[in-house]
């Protein structure tokens, strides 16, 4: 597998400030990552895909100037929540893809240990 | 569209009873399905990837298997450490960005002593 780790593990800020989160693959060089939220009681939904040197593809209904995604290495990439909301409270999860060999083989996704934000 | 369901929402099992975990799907081109297993507060930890029906895995008290329809996770004689969240997600094929998941709302799962 691939280990991932992410910082801060929890984080509280004020409403209106911006956030940045870390995730970092650490054994492994992933050109994709991907991030998730994932609220109280619910699975994870897909915010995003980030693409090492490229811009992220970002999921219907995802605002992509409030989540700012950067993968400016291929062992680092950065989500930026900008102007943070008690509404965007929530688990952050990010992943790393592993695999993808010719001829059709899936991609087996690897979680780093989310972070907490809270927003008052 | 794409769909992952996963029954039941949650299961309460006493130690040593033996149950399964039902994960049923409808994806274009299936690739894999994955099951993990998700402790409050903590990202997914990865158990199994399955490809093909009638592919089996097993992990200690975990065994995992796949049909053309659903996937099911058996857990025997299971422990009150195995207390946790089981998700499926499935990864398509044909049309899908590469890699992504499709996951459903999991199994909550609660073993007493």
């Known amino acids: 597998g691939a280990v991932v780790s992410q910082h801060p593990s929890w984080v509280i800020c004020k409403s209106g400030t911006s956030v940045k989160i870390e995730c970092r693959s650490l054994d492994f060089q992933a050109t994709t990552m991907f991030w998730y939220r994932q609220f109280p009681k619910q699975s994870l939904m897909l915010m995003a895909t980030s693409n090492e040197g490229s811009k992220a593809t970002y999921e219907q209904g995802v605002e992509k100037d409030k989540f700012l995604i950067n993968h400016a290495s291929l062992t680092l990439s950065t989500l930026t929540v900008t102007s943070a909301h008690p509404e965007d409270s929530s688990f952050y999860i990010c992943?790393?893809?592993?695999?993808?060999?010719?001829?059709?083989?899936?991609?087996?996704?690897?979680f780093g240990p989310g972070t907490r934000l809270t927003v008052t | 569209e794409d769909q992952v369901t996963q029954s039941p929402e949650a299961l309460r099992l006493q130690e040593g009873e033996s149950s399964s975990l039902n994960c049923s799907y409808t994806?274009?081109?299936?690739?894999?399905l994955f099951w993990y297993r998700q402790d409050p507060g903590k990202g997914p930890e990865f158990l199994f990837t399955?490809?093909?029906a009638g592919e089996e895995k097993e992990k200690e008290r975990l065994k995992a298997t796949l049909t053309k329809k659903e996937s099911f996770l058996h857990i025997t004689a299971p422990k009150p450490e195995d207390s946790a969240t089981y998700l499926c997600a499935v990864q398509a094929g044909r049309g899908s960005t590469l890699g992504r998941l499709y996951f459903g709302r999991g199994t909550q799962l609660t073993v007493w002593p």
């Open positions: 399955l490809y093909s």
């Open positions: 994806v274009s081109g299936l690739r894999g």
């Open positions: 992943s790393v893809i592993l695999g993808g060999l010719a001829g059709g083989s899936s991609y087996e996704q690897y």
